[in-house]
């Protein structure tokens, strides 16, 4: 598919992107995008909660009374977990809640997010970002330009550009991404993704490198 390249003031530039179907063009799949995006959010936790159980609580190791004979219930020591204070049983651990994606899943998630945002017609291509010093309002009126200043924008660059990454870190709706780091959360949690135009006509390259 054809994807037309607009100047940072929002004007055709004439020129065209091709944007290969098989990245652009399919079917999306909806389950695999929900098991990307489930494992994303899922690697986010820190899984350090913590309880005390009855051996790490504070208090006495001694029998409160004798086991027979006195009328009441067996008893341990005050550390059991049915006294206040006393240990939790079954309470949570520390552990990891990631899970394992296969490769080939992941990156079918990416491209169903892909063809999906172009069916949408929320795929903007910008020619390439030229900036000499970090200027956040700049930055912000080629968003305007663009007509995306009111939308969660997903800014694709090909390669780090520190001048570009710190003018659009401070606008709370914009996020700026490597084309290599982009991932389905990102994708999907974004109203238009913005690629710059060196960004990309990198899909196109890295498709003739594999057919070679």
């Not at 959010?41 to 909660?49: K, N, S, Y």
Request: hydrophobic share 35%; proline share 4%.
């Amino acid at each position: 598919m054809q994807a037309e390249v607009l100047t940072i003031k929002g004007e055709k530039t004439g020129r065209t992107v091709e944007l290969p179907e098989d990245i652009f063009g399919i079917e999306p799949n909806e389950h695999v995008v929900y098991l990307a995006v489930k494992q994303y959010l899922a690697a986010q936790r820190q899984g350090t909660h913590k309880v005390k159980t009855r051996a790490e609580v504070q208090g006495a190791s001694r029998k409160l009374h004798k086991q027979k004979g006195t009328g009441g219930a067996r008893k341990g020591n005050i550390r059991n977990p049915l006294y206040k204070g006393g240990g939790t049983v079954f309470g949570p651990k520390p552990h990891s809640y990631d899970f394992k994606l296969n490769r080939k899943v992941k990156d079918l998630a990416k491209i169903s997010v892909l063809s999906s945002k172009a069916q949408e017609n929320n795929i903007i291509v910008v020619e390439d970002v030229v900036m000499t010093t970090p200027k956040t309002k700049e930055f912000a009126s080629i968003l305007s330009n663009l007509h995306v200043d009111d939308k969660k924008i997903l800014f694709i660059i090909p390669d780090y550009d520190d001048v570009v990454y710190i003018s659009s870190r401070n606008i709370p709706s914009v996020l700026t991404l490597l084309l290599s780091d982009l991932n389905t959360y990102d994708m999907m949690n974004a109203d238009k993704l913005v690629f710059t135009e060196s960004a990309a006509k990198m899909f196109l390259e890295e498709e003739e490198v594999e057919t070679v």
